[in-house]
């Protein structure tokens, strides 16, 4: 028989610290003594006392969260840049934009281009309607009827009124 681990062996077993080789030899001694099983479960009791003391896991994590707050506030102020310092390329600014697209416009109006766009919108405002042509919707509608007319007889249906000359 094996002699004996100590209670640091079995605490290391416990926490899963021991290498592989080293588990497969602790745990079929386990199976064998006694004695090493008893020590084995007062040292599993006293991880999970450990583990399960929730002011030390509490403090812990509250310490452990106050560092990272810090680190990040840290980090926020050294790299914020303050809006009125920061430089911005000339040509991104709006105000250098809009003042370039009015001189453009300007220009555009004083040579006349805008002149050229518009002339036939004017010519067509300017020639009156003859008095014989009727309007797109008055040609459709009497389209419309004519079409009608001609399916009403296929049909059988008369009927009374309808048309835009009766």
Excluded at 126 to 143: C, G, I
Aim: proline share 4%; hydrophobic share 35%.
């Amino acid at each position: 028989m094996k002699p004996h681990y100590s209670k640091q062996v079995w605490m290391d077993y416990a926490r899963g610290q021991l290498m592989e080789e080293d588990r497969s030899g602790i745990e079929a001694h386990l199976y064998d003594c006694d004695a090493c099983l008893q020590l084995y479960m007062e040292c599993m009791s006293q991880e999970v006392e450990l583990l399960s003391d929730e002011n030390n896991l509490g403090q812990a994590a509250e310490e452990w969260t106050d560092q990272i707050m810090e680190t990040i506030l840290i980090q926020k102020k050294k790299s914020r840049i303050h809006p009125r310092h920061a430089k911005t390329p000339l040509y991104q600014r709006s105000w250098l934009q809009f003042t370039v697209a009015a001189a453009i416009t300007l220009i555009l109006m004083a040579a006349g281009l805008f002149q050229g766009v518009m002339s036939p919108s004017n010519k067509i405002q300017a020639e009156p309607r003859q008095a014989n042509e009727s309007s797109y919707t008055d040609q459709l509608m009497d389209k419309t009827v004519m079409l009608l007319d001609t399916i009403q007889p296929k049909l059988g249906i008369k009927v009374k009124g309808g048309g835009k000359n009766e």
